[in-house]
């Protein structure tokens, strides 16, 4: 599959420049680091809620990371929960099942990212399907990003 159709018209829309990075299939952004080589914390990924009134929001956190439900919704004075996974396969027609480009305006997403993203030079982020990354330096990121809230609203996650 590669490259979702959305994600590559979006960038070329937007003249955001990036390389592909190809690994070998994995089923998480987890298992992106490992097979990639790639440090967890420089991959962004994509977790899809729902507030009380319906409204959809992509958050943007880096892959070594727990999104923290509480401290979101106080933020955003809202009630958030995860959006169901059959909707978000619905929203995303043009990606395999669980490979969420992290890029919620090229599907009319409001999107909040972690701040802790801003301090890195290059993000890597899901292409649309379990083989490919795309890395972006931080000005692209930035731009990407340019109308998304950025808060820190992530926990460290345990193993």
Not at 38 to 47: E, L, R, S, Y
Not at 120 to 125: P, Q, S
Request: hydrophobic share 40%.
């Amino acid at each position: 599959m590669a490259i979702s159709t959305r994600i590559n018209e979006y960038l070329q829309k937007n003249h955001i420049d990036y390389q592909k990075v190809y690994h070998y299939y994995t089923e998480d952004s987890l298992g992106n680091a490992a097979t990639s080589g790639i440090p967890p914390k420089m991959i962004a990924k994509a977790v899809l809620l729902l507030d009380h009134e319906g409204r959809k929001v992509m958050a943007v956190l880096p892959a070594d990371k727990k999104i923290n439900l509480a401290i979101l919704n106080h933020e955003l004075n809202a009630e958030y929960h995860l959006l169901d996974e059959k909707e978000v396969y619905r929203l995303f027609t043009d990606c395999a099942k669980g490979a969420i480009p992290p890029i919620g305006s090229a599907y009319n997403i409001t999107v909040i990212y972690d701040q802790q993203l801003d301090d890195l030079d290059n993000i890597y982020i899901e292409a649309g399907d379990h083989e490919t990354l795309l890395r972006l330096d931080h000005c692209a990121f930035i731009e990407i990003m340019k109308n998304a809230k950025h808060i820190r609203f992530s926990k460290t996650i345990y193993h």
